[in-house]
């Protein structure tokens, strides 16, 4: 009997500060996990997962899922003669740069959605505009097809060139993306408050990874 009570408490000891800390990360941000977004195939839940794809970033330098490493990461769509909501999203991730500046494990991933027009040299003077940090925000370009496929097939959002006219239809989402590649969260780009649900939601994502780090390290 004595064994078996001095087991239960081993256990209790090895337990406990697992369940602490799942307790004060739920206590902190409100919830302990994140959803995995995905769309019904065939009666199966399928991931959205980010492909692969080769882009050109505003220094003019290849930019691919790769280079990306082992970051998590907030994606956008816009294009540079957007008159209003492309600036105003870019100016909430903005936001979000300066909220999250601090955090070396998470980029930012600006796509253009009119490549023909929004060269390097264009996506570099945008990018000024903002004051972006050359190494943490990306304001990609490239190929059209690349971008549309990334935009509809990975990340499913909404994206169209209007014929005839010098403008886009195109979502106003910004994405949080893990390191596996899989949309964690879908925010409102106009919306200031879901701005800043995506910021705690990005501490929360790189909080839970060094949990595990740490976790994996004591193991």
């Not at 064994?3 to 739920?26: D, E, N, Q």
């Not at 919830?31 to 995995?36: D, K």
């Not at 300066?98 to 253009?112: A, G, P, R, V, Y």
């Amino acid at each position: 009997m004595k064994r078996s009570t001095g087991k239960i408490i081993l256990v209790i000891i090895l337990t406990l500060p697992v369940i602490l800390a799942v307790l004060l990360k739920k206590s902190k941000f409100g919830y302990n996990e994140l959803p995995i977004f995905s769309s019904d195939e065939m009666g199966e839940k399928v991931p959205y997962s980010i492909d692969s794809f080769i882009l050109t970033d505003q220094n003019n330098k290849p930019f691919s899922r790769d280079s990306i490493g082992n970051k998590i990461f907030i994606s956008n769509f816009f294009f540079t003669n957007c008159p209003d909501v492309c600036p105003t999203i870019n100016g909430h991730i903005k936001i979000a740069t300066q909220k999250l500046e601090n955090s070396t494990d998470i980029l930012f991933l600006s796509h253009t959605v009119d490549p023909y027009k929004d060269s390097v040299s264009v996506m570099k003077d945008y990018a000024q505009m903002f004051e972006a940090n050359d190494d943490q925000w990306k304001f990609l370009t490239g190929k059209k097809s690349t971008i549309y496929h990334l935009a509809r097939d990975s990340y499913k959002a909404v994206i169209q060139e209007v014929p005839d006219t010098n403008t886009f239809i195109h979502s106003e989402k910004i994405m949080l993306v893990d390191k596996q590649f899989r949309v964690r969260g879908i925010y409102d780009g106009m919306n200031f408050n879901e701005v800043m649900d995506l910021i705690k939601d990005a501490r929360f994502l790189l909080q839970t990874y060094a949990d595990q780090n740490e976790k994996d390290e004591r193991n």
